[in-house]
C-alpha cells in the first residue's frame, strides 16, 4: 500500500504507528466486525495495519478496555495441546469484562459425536465467539461457513495466524515498523510459517525463508504471499540455503521440526533439519543487532541451541507476553469493542 508511511511513536512504552488516520481505522476495523479469523489472508494490509495499531494501543493503554466486551461469552474447542494460545485468549477475553469456556477437545476430534453445522447452529445461540485448535484446516473454515458468530484460527494444520500478528507486533516494537526488515525463517514449511509469511507481505517486510526440500511451504500460501507483497512493497525468496536465508537478516525466526499431528515423523525428520538448526553460528551471519524469534513451545537443542534461545538476541518471551496483546486487539476488533487511542502528538495537535 503505497500510502502507508510508517513512524516510531515516540511515547515511552514501545511503539503505536502513526499508520492510519481516525476514519481509516474505524473503516477497517468496523469492515472486520462479526467477521471471521482463519487465515492472515482474511484481513486486507489496511485492516492488519489497524488490528497492529489497536495491538499496541490495548498494550500501552489496557486501562481504557477494561469494559469494552462486557458479557461476551468466548467458547475454545481445542483438539490439541497448548500454553499461551489458551492462556492468552482466557486472559484476554477476562480482562476486557468477558468470560471464557473451554473446552477439552484433544480426546474426540470435533465434528464426531455431531456435525460441524449442527454444533454452530447450536453455539451461536449463547455465545458471541468461537475460537478452534484443529488438526484440519477445513474444521475451522467449514465452521466459520456455518457459524453467525466470529470464528478464530487458533493454530491447525495450514495457518496460525493469532501468532503472526503477535510476531509482527514484536518486531515494530524492536523496529519501528516491520516495513523493508529482513525477516528470515529457517526450518518446516509449516503452519506457523505460512501465518509469518502472510503476515511480512502484509507489513511490507522482505521475508527470506529455507526449508529442506520436501518442506516448503504450500504452493497456494506462497502464491497468495506473494501477490500481497506486491501492494506493500515486501518480497517474498523461497530457499534451501539457511545460511543464505539468515545473512543480513533483522529477525531469525524457526519453529519445530515436527508439528503437532507429525509426531510419527519425528524421527525420519531430525537428520533432515539438522543442518536448520538456528544456533551461535548461524546466528552470526545476520545483523549484529538481529533479534531471534521463535512461537514456543522449543524443543531445545534440536531446532534452536539454548545458547541462542536464552542468549541476549532473543525475544520469545516478548512475542510470548505479545500473544496476550495481540489476541484482545483482535477480540476487540471481531466483536465490535476497537476504538483508537491517540497517541500524546496526536492529543496535543487536536487540543491545540
Ligand atoms: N505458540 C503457541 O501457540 O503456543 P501454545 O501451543 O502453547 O498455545
Ligand atoms: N508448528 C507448531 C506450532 C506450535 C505452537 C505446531 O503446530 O505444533
Not at 467458547?75 to 499461551?84: P, T
Not at 480426546?107 to 458471541?128: C, T, V
Request: net charge negative; aromatic share 6%; hydrophobic share 40%.
Amino acid at each position: 500500500m503505497g500510502s502507508k508511511s510508517v513512524t516510531l511513536n515516540p511515547e515511552a512504552t514501545g511503539v503505536t504507528l502513526g499508520i492510519q488516520s481516525d476514519t481509516a481505522f474505524h473503516e477497517e476495523t468496523k469492515r472486520l466486525q462479526g467477521r471471521d479469523l482463519c487465515s492472515v489472508a482474511d484481513l486486507t494490509v489496511g485492516q492488519m495495519a489497524a488490528i497492529m495499531e489497536l495491538a499496541h494501543a490495548v498494550k500501552s493503554h489496557p486501562e481504557d478496555f477494561r469494559h469494552s466486551l462486557d458479557a461476551r461469552q468466548m467458547v475454545m474447542f481445542f483438539e490439541k495441546a497448548s500454553l499461551r494460545t489458551r492462556l492468552t485468549f482466557e486472559a484476554a477475553i477476562n480482562t476486557l469484562g468477558g468470560n471464557a469456556i473451554f473446552v477439552d477437545q484433544t480426546q474426540s476430534p470435533l465434528g464426531e459425536r455431531e456435525s460441524l453445522p449442527d454444533m454452530a447452529h447450536n453455539i451461536e445461540r449463547w455465545m458471541s465467539l468461537i475460537v478452534l485448535r484443529t488438526y484440519s484446516h477445513e474444521t475451522i473454515t467449514e465452521m466459520a461457513a456455518c457459524s453467525k458468530v466470529p470464528v478464530i484460527n487458533a493454530l491447525s494444520d495450514l495457518e496460525h495466524p493469532c501468532q503472526a500478528i503477535a510476531d509482527f507486533m514484536t518486531i515494530e516494537e524492536r523496529f519501528g515498523s516491520a516495513e523493508g526488515i529482513h525477516f528470515a525463517y529457517v526450518g518446516d514449511g509449516n503452519n506457523v510459517c505460512h501465518s509469518l509469511m502472510l503476515a511480512a507481505a502484509q507489513l511490507g517486510a522482505h521475508c527470506y525463508v529455507a526449508t529442506p526440500r520436501g518442506f516448503a511451504p504450500k504452493l497456494e500460501i506462497i502464491h497468495k504471499a506473494i501477490e500481497i507483497s506486491e501492494q506493500t512493497g515486501g518480497t517474498i525468496t523461497l530457499l534451501n540455503d539457511p545460511i543464505k536465508a539468515v545473512t543480513g537478516a533483522d529477525a531469525v525466526y524457526t519453529d519445530v521440526c515436527t508439528s503437532m499431528g507429525f509426531e510419527h515423523e519425528a524421527a525420519r525428520r531430525a537428520p533432515i533439519f539438522k543442518p536448520y538448526q538456528v544456533n551461535e553460528e548461524l546466528m552470526s551471519h545476520a545483523q549484529p543487532h538481529a533479534i531471534f524469534m521463535h512461537c514456543l513451545p522449543a524443543h531445545r537443542n534440536a531446532e534452536v541451541t539454548d545458547a541462542v534461545l536464552d542468549g541476549p538476541q532473543s525475544v520469545v518471551f516478548d512475542q510470548a507476553e505479545n500473544r496476550l496483546h495481540a489476541q484482545k486487539a483482535i477480540l476487540l476488533t471481531l466483536l465490535g469493542g476497537a476504538k483508537r487511542i491517540p497517541n500524546s502528538r496526536e492529543r496535543g495537535r487536536r487540543r491545540a
